[in-house]
């Protein structure tokens, strides 16, 4: 079955850097466009950014572009979120998606002084 781990939240003070990882399973990898999401409280889930199975084709939300960088080493069946210049309105949990229904456990991003 398709599993989806993310991992690499934390506590950063604001401008910081963060790189979350998510470990997928289940499915043919590097077949698959790779999603993050994220969902601060009291608001819904928003994409982030998005990446082609090939990884030649990324897309962003407009607020983390120029901050937000997906990339995915299809070798080793991850995807990743390389996130600099945090800000507190980043403070969410970050989700991993794919294939619109599959989504890993969520991992907290919080940017605080």
């Known amino acids: 079955q398709v599993q989806l781990v993310e991992s690499g939240g934390g506590l950063v003070q604001p401008g910081g850097s963060l790189r979350l990882s998510c470990a997928a399973s289940?499915?043919?990898?590097?077949?698959?466009?790779m999603s993050w999401y994220r969902q601060a409280p009291g608001k819904e889930r928003e994409l982030v950014a998005g990446?082609?199975?090939?990884?030649?084709?990324?897309n962003y939300k407009d607020s983390v572009k120029g901050r937000f960088s997906i990339f995915r080493d299809n070798r080793k069946n991850t995807v990743y979120l390389q996130m600099t210049s945090l800000k507190p309105e980043d403070t969410a949990v970050y989700y991993c998606?794919?294939?619109?229904?599959?989504w890993g456990q969520g991992t907290q991003v919080t940017v605080s002084s």
């Open positions: 998606n794919t294939q619109a229904s599959f």
């Open positions: 289940g499915f043919t990898f590097s077949n698959y466009a």
């Open positions: 990446i082609s199975g090939a990884g030649t084709v990324t």
